[in-house]
């Protein structure tokens, strides 16, 4: 088959067969796999075929034949252009079973790993503003649908379409987030526009209005981060009174100018305007002090039963020296602590570390240590001799997942029990596979904390061999 040649070809009557990474579908055309947008097994369609990259075919559905039985309309008017929500158009317990096909892929044909007990997902109690967390761009540039108008107006608060790092979707709701949230995003855009407020242009690097983060809690509080594009005193205080006045239900009202050509905060001087410089959100016993700068997991709801369950694969009894690395804000070395005997938490940011401390301090919690740094460079000979031997080792990388020299020094140290916590099953598995000469793999629990997306959590309990 000449992939040249296939361009825009339509193939007919072609069946959906699964849910592949990235959100898209996959189908095969004469013994070829495509991946498809937007498509749902059991799909009968007619494929137009749009890209190949590095080999790989990609379509796009031209018609549907036969729509699967777990086909649903999407919920969400933006579907289909903003790139947030990738699985709309397939009813929830359907995108749990794929979610939970990718984490079995994931372990038997990528890392060839065996696992005695595979528990049941775990999904979202909320399908629909689960989110506590949003971030919202503003631009000069809206994106421009087939049906617009470009002499309408284009200023924009919304999302970054997928692919275009200069164009942001204009946004009217988004339901990931409690309805308030889209008051305060909506709220702010009206006000620049009868302000004659400049939105912020991408490419240029000009303008005043930039970008807006807004957090929420279970316990019912709000932050609003305005961050604009220029020291202008006078528009910052209209519009932080504005907002001050309209919305006495915000507890933390902060902004920050930033000039950079990046987008992110880190390095940026943040004001606290109104209230509080933090917000709290309470799990069991535990409450957590978030900070505009804080990672907290974006789903408050799932994070609960996440910790659970990384709690009951440890397996503690009170006795127990745990490490938790790349612990972040030290939210699960917290939620245990009171089960073990001393908790030692690594990890490289050390905005996390201040945060993971007071977090400590204000619960009263005494039994974890924080150490602050790289964790290749951290744990170390040395590190395991001052603090001793561990009994159980959690480790929750980040998505690329652990280095080797990480997971070499986990086979030095061959701790009884290691709970492995992993937001990509695929890098999961390929550390699962250097661990196996230790290790074997007792039981995993996928958690679902983006329902929408193809996103998954998962959760393993490893015990020497």
């Not at 990474?21 to 937007?38: C, D, H």
Request: charged fraction near 25%.
């Amino acid at each position: 088959m000449s992939i040249g040649k296939l361009y825009g070809k339509i193939f007919h009557d072609v069946e959906i067969e699964g849910a592949g990474s990235e959100g898209l579908s996959i189908a095969r055309v004469e013994g070829r796999v495509i991946f498809v947008k937007f498509g749902v097994p059991g799909d009968v369609v007619d494929l137009k075929l749009v890209a190949k990259k590095k080999k790989v075919l990609f379509a796009e559905i031209d018609k549907i034949i036969s729509p699967s039985l777990n086909r649903v309309d999407p919920f969400c008017s933006h579907f289909g252009t903003c790139g947030g929500c990738k699985w709309q158009q397939m009813d929830y317990p359907t995108q749990l079973f794929w979610k939970n096909r990718q984490v079995v892929d994931a372990f038997e044909r990528l890392g060839k790993i065996e696992c005695a007990e595979w528990l049941p997902i775990i999904g979202a109690p909320k399908s629909k503003m689960y989110r506590n967390k949003l971030e919202y761009a503003f631009s000069n540039k809206r994106w421009l649908m087939d049906k617009d108008d470009a002499s309408q107006e284009m200023n924009a608060a919304g999302f970054h379409i997928s692919g275009r790092y200069d164009k942001i979707l204009d946004i009217k709701t988004c339901h990931l987030q409690d309805d308030f949230g889209n008051i305060i995003r909506l709220f702010i855009k009206n006000y620049g526009l009868q302000n004659g407020l400049s939105f912020y242009d991408i490419k240029e690097h000009t303008g005043f209005l930039r970008n807006v983060i807004i957090r929420n809690t279970l316990l019912g509080q709000w932050m609003v981060i305005i961050i604009v594009g220029e020291n202008d005193e006078t528009a910052i205080e209209g519009l932080m009174q504005a907002l001050s006045d309209a919305f006495p239900q915000i507890n933390s009202l902060i902004f920050g100018v930033n000039t950079k050509v990046n987008d992110t905060i880190y390095d940026v001087d943040l004001v606290t305007f109104l209230g509080k410089d933090y917000i709290e959100e309470s799990l069991e016993d535990i409450t957590y002090r978030i900070r505009p700068k804080s990672f907290f997991q974006t789903n408050s709801e799932q994070a609960l039963n996440l910790y659970k369950i990384t709690r009951e694969f440890a397996g503690l009894t009170g006795k127990e020296l745990v490490y938790d690395l790349y612990c972040g804000t030290g939210s699960i070395s917290l939620f245990i602590a009171r089960n073990a005997a001393i908790v030692f938490g690594i990890e490289s940011v050390p905005q996390a570390i201040e945060d993971a401390r007071e977090n400590a301090r204000n619960n009263g919690i005494t039994n974890v240590e924080f150490t602050v740094g790289d964790m290749r460079y951290e744990l170390t000979d040395s590190f395991i001799e001052k603090t001793g031997i561990p009994d159980v080792v959690i480790t929750d990388p980040p998505r690329v997942g652990m280095h080797p020299d990480v997971v070499n020094q986990l086979l030095k140290i061959n701790a009884a029990r290691i709970v492995y916590v992993s937001c990509n099953p695929a890098t999961q598995a390929r550390d699962l596979a250097m661990l196996s000469s230790n290790y074997k793999v007792l039981k995993t629990c996928p958690v679902d904390m983006f329902p929408h997306t193809h996103h998954v959590e998962n959760v393993t309990l490893l015990e020497r061999i």
